[in-house]
């Protein structure tokens, strides 16, 4: 079952995205790390070598996803309720997605390849952001089987040191693209559909029926969607 949320109040904890790993060194010190230096300081472990090396292989750029998650993990626990704690989720989509993208075009992955992994990604934490709009989210292990943000650059990483990271671009994006698909299906089978077609309103928003038209329920409430009907993304 989804796990219920108050739309009112995001928690940010929940939008950053941590892999199981990052959860669990929340754990161990929580409270102490601040959320957004943490996010920061992961950016510039992940960015700044990654920009130096111009994105290829080294040993420094194949660790900064390791070195983020040991630095930004420490605050997964840690109440994200600062001025500018806003700013952390987006911070880590940033490190994300620029390490994804620059690593695979500088080292020869397919420019198409790399796309896919990205809209991919994008697609979940699309799912994360908008589900909590209409008091839904995801369930629990959905979200940790799409590994995290971390978790996704670190097996990026795994395969540059075995030297296929064509392969693990490809294995990832299918992966994601499977858990998308799937949780879509789940989500809208589970929908509860009323059995009723409603008429298109007249323009003085009367309920007189339309002559040839077959048997229908004709409402004058706009085109509300019919009572039971669940509104989840």
Known sequence: MSEALNPAVPDLRFLRDDSHMGVLLGRILPGLAPPLLTAVAAAVVVLVPTAADQGQLTGITLFAPVAALLLSGLASGHPHDGRYDWLVPPVL???????????????????????????????HHRDDVARPAVGVSRPAWVRRAALGWDGRMIVIAVGGAFSALTPAYGILAAYLAILLVREAVRTWSATPVADVRVSAATEGGDDTAVPGDDPIIHRGDGGQPAAGTNGEA
């Open 93 to 123: 989509r940033v490190t994300e997605y620029s390490y994804l993208a620059v690593v695979g075009l500088a080292s020869g992955v397919p420019g198409p390849l790399v796309f896919v992994l990205l809209v991919t990604v994008v697609c």
